[in-house]
């Protein structure tokens, strides 16, 4: 069967490319298959992919495209390894906790195969730097968790003809679909602008192997776009439910009046929230307790989230119930509900001692690890 590959590809056609007795051996199970064989193979060690966010997502799409022999990998993270990821990010393990994602994938990944290239990206992908790390790859794969994100990296694809792999994952449910690609739909033609209020997996939770499965598939996307197989989910979008193990396929028009530009790309992601003053590091919230100063507090999450904080619950209150004279706390798991939570109260100036808790809940055990939990 004659394969046709993607012109995405073709810019490395005078580099020949070959594969040793060892990696013949290693991709042995992919070149028995028809459809990709020896010249597929190599097809895949040719292609170059940057997978953005190495997290719930993008751990299990880097281990199945070092596993396939995809020859040249970057990673770009900046966070680091805290124990409430390994519930789905499962490259990493206790002895990881702290270390930089990108640094601890790429050690991971080298095991997996040694026969490839790896670069690992510890820092924060910005319009700044965008533009110049994509042109050094074909594929560019979104595995990241928030809009700001999500709408930089398919402007950035946009703009550098680099077709965009996406996914995303909400409690049961997940997303996928490519864009950008062959002049199709863009991330914007699904969503012209980014919502202005949001939550993520760190404030509402989400199933741990629903990770896995997006990221499975979003790799197979790329493969299929190394080697054109099948056919990509330029145009369409995968929706897939983990209870019911239901997918819907919907079609994507494309937005003809889409005018993305570098001038738009910087308009597009500047810190739409205002600096806040008003909040506590857990140390200083440890130290306003230490002078046993009186502090309420108002916790926002959900009543399954946890830990319970001991000394929180002790002073907790609701704002209906507030003392409007004592210092009050708002605090969620990470401190992003917190924060945008003071921002709406502070409009109203009608809480003169109002901060939030910097960082949240996380940040205050992983400050005081022996704190008291009930």
């Not at 062959?182 to 991330?187: A, E, F, L, M, N």
Request: with cysteine; net charge positive; hydrophobic share 35%.
């Amino acid at each position: 069967m004659k394969l046709h590959y993607y012109p995405l590809l073709l810019v490395d056609k005078k580099r020949k490319i070959t594969l040793s007795d060892k990696e013949k051996q290693q991709y042995y199970r992919h070149i028995l298959l028809q459809d990709i064989g020896l010249e597929g193979q190599k097809r895949l060690k040719k292609a170059k992919v940057l997978v953005v966010g190495a997290g719930g997502l993008g751990c299990p799409v880097l281990q199945y495209l070092a596993a396939a022999g995809v020859g040249t990998l970057g990673v770009i993270d900046f966070d680091s390894i805290e124990s409430s990821n390994l519930q789905r990010q499962i490259l990493f393990g206790t002895t990881s906790l702290g270390q930089k994602k990108a640094i601890v994938a790429k050690e991971k990944l080298q095991e997996i195969n040694p026969f490839i290239s790896i670069t690992a990206y510890p820092f924060e992908l910005h319009q700044g730097n965008a533009i110049s790390l994509f042109n050094k790859y074909h594929i560019i794969v979104d595995a990241t968790d928030n809009y700001n994100s999500r709408y930089l990296i398919n402007d950035a694809s946009f703009l550098t003809q680099k077709p965009m792999v996406y996914a995303s994952i909400y409690k049961y449910q997940g997303q996928l679909s490519v864009f950008n690609y062959k002049k199709g739909p863009s991330y914007r033609c699904l969503f012209p602008e980014p919502p202005q209020h949001t939550q993520n997996c760190s404030q509402v939770g989400v199933l741990g192997v629903l990770a896995g499965i997006m990221g499975g598939l979003q790799a197979n996307e790329v493969i299929k776009l190394i080697l054109r197989l099948g056919q990509p989910l330029s145009g369409k979008m995968l929706l897939f439910n983990a209870k019911t193990t239901e997918c819907q396929i919907l079609k994507i028009p494309k937005n003809k009046l889409q005018n993305i530009s570098l001038i738009n790309l910087k308009k597009t992601h500047p810190n739409p929230t205002p600096q806040i003053l008003n909040e506590l590091t857990p140390k200083q919230l440890y130290q306003h307790l230490n002078r046993q100063k009186k502090i309420q507090f108002i916790d926002l999450r959900a009543d399954n989230e946890q830990p319970k904080i001991q000394i929180f619950e002790k002073h907790k209150t609701t704002l209906k119930n507030l003392q409007k004279d004592l210092i009050t706390v708002l605090y969620c798991q990470s401190g992003i509900r917190s924060k945008e939570k003071l921002i709406k109260l502070k409009k109203k100036d009608t809480y003169p001692n109002l901060f939030h808790l910097k960082g949240g809940v996380e940040a205050w055990t992983q400050t005081f690890p022996k704190t008291k939990t009930i």
